[in-house]
Nanobody, 127 residues
Framework: QVQLVESGGGSVQVGGSLRLSCAASGFTRSRYSMAWFRQAPGKEREGVAAIYSYGTTNVADSVKGRFTISKDNAKNTLYLQMNSLKFEDTAMYYC?????????????????????WGQGTQVTVSS
């Protein structure tokens, strides 16, 4: 069973930076995708960025150039470096993971493609 634990959320001013971490355990196969999602009050959960276990990334246009997804395989940890934060980045951020089947290698940002989820960490951007 894959387990995911997020940390690193908090309050930050507009223009500031935060780094989220997601400690992962329980993977039994080498080909998987991990992603960061966020959900603001009253809105749908959206995929922010995803990364394939061998490094390919998929980043939403709304955060491209400001957010960077990466992972440290030695530490089994996923990161989301968030720079130039805006009010609209305020949300609960979730880490997600799932295995990739067949010949797939593209890390999806679709919510339905992930079965394993963390508990979430809140990010609040204020003036």
């Amino acid at each position: 069973q894959v387990q995911l634990v997020e940390s690193g959320g908090g309050s930050v001013q507009v223009g500031g930076s935060l780094r989220l971490s997601c400690a992962a355990s329980g993977f039994t196969r080498s080909r998987y995708s991990m992603a960061w999602f966020r959900q603001a009050p009253g809105k749908e959960r959206e995929g922010v960025a995803a990364i394939y276990s061998y490094g390919t990334t998929n980043v939403a246009d709304s955060v491209k150039g400001r957010f960077t997804i990466s992972k440290d395989n030695a530490k089994n940890t996923l990161y989301l470096q968030m720079n130039s934060l805006k009010f609209e980045d305020t949300a609960m951020y979730y880490c997600a993971a799932d295995y990739l089947g067949g010949g797939s290698w593209w890390p999806s940002r679709r919510r339905d493609d992930y079965h394993y989820w963390g508990q979430g960490t809140q990010v609040t951007v204020s003036s």
